[in-house]
Nanobody
Framework: QVQLVESGGGLVQAGGSLRISCAASGRTFSSYAMGWFRQAPGKEREFVAF???????????YYADSVKGRFTISRDNAKNTVYLQMNSLKPEDTAVYYC?????????????????WGQGTQVTVSS
């Protein structure tokens, strides 16, 4: 079992930066692949970014086209934490951001591939 708690969301102006965090419980954090998803009002939850477990693919990363070059996902296994650094934010990035942990090797961008979810943190980008 893994419990995930996001933090760091808030209000930021367009063009600004924000870093959100996801703290995980449990001693097996390093064995989980981690993802960030987001959900805007009236829209479906969408994939944002992924980082593999260090033991698999050496912690490789993957991004949605909409955030590539602006967002960076990283993990600190010693702190049981995954981060999402968001730069050059746009109003369309406004959403609730969720982190998720994946146990088995399944499609990276599909929400149902993930086994554990946090409660989400709100990110609002003003124009």
């Amino acid at each position: 079992q893994v419990q995930l708690v996001e933090s760091g969301g808030g209000l930021v102006q367009a063009g600004g930066s924000l870093r959100i965090s996801c703290a995980a419980s449990g001693r097996t954090f390093s064995s989980y692949a981690m993802g960030w998803f987001r959900q805007a009002p009236g829209k479906e939850r969408e994939f944002v970014a992924f980082v593999a477990a260090i033991s698999r693919s050496f912690g490789s990363t993957y991004y949605a086209d909409s955030v590539k070059g602006r967002f960076t996902i990283s993990r600190d296994n010693a702190k049981n934490t995954v981060y999402l650094q968001m730069n050059s934010l746009k109003p369309e990035d406004t959403a609730v951001y969720y982190c998720a942990a994946r146990v088995a090797s399944r499609p990276i961008t599909i929400a149902s591939s993930y086994d554990y979810w946090g409660q989400g943190t709100q990110v609002t980008v003003s124009s």
